[in-house]
């Protein structure tokens, strides 16, 4: 069974740093495209990075590119999403992601399997 859990969430403020993890089980990690998405209330849930099986290919989505940083440790079976600078409108439930396909540029339907999620609070 596969398990992929978050941590690393809390409340910053406005400029801050936080640096999220996931720990994932039951799967071939090292196999597996990685991906963080996010969910503020009353929006869609949407991409923010993904990163390819050996970590060597990274995609951001454009409101956090400069800022975040995706990466992984396969020997840890965990990936990492470091925050930088953050934003009130960065606060969101962060939810990491696994995907069968080699494309780094995730959308939900491409997701075969996610993370309970974190919480993430900016304020201003």
């Known amino acids: 069974q596969v398990h992929m859990v978050e941590s690393g969430g809390g409340l910053v403020q406005a400029g801050g740093s936080l640096k999220l993890s996931c720990e994932a089980s039951?799967?071939?990690?090292?196999?597996?495209?990685m991906g963080w998405f996010r969910q503020a209330p009353g929006k869609e849930r949407e991409f923010v990075a993904g990163i390819n099986y050996s970590g060597d290919i990274t995609y951001y989505a454009d409101s956090v590119k400069g800022r975040f940083t995706i990466s992984r440790d396969n020997a840890k079976y965990t990936m990492y999403l470091q925050m930088n600078s953050l934003k009130p409108e960065d606060t969101a439930v962060y939810s990491c992601?696994?995907?069968?396909?080699?494309?780094?540029?995730?959308?939900?339907?491409?997701?075969?399997?996610w993370g309970q999620g974190t919480q993430v609070t900016v304020s201003s």
């Open positions: 992601a696994a995907s069968f396909r080699r494309t780094v540029i995730l959308s939900t339907s491409l997701v075969n399997y």
């Open positions: 039951g799967l071939s990690f090292s196999t597996y495209t």
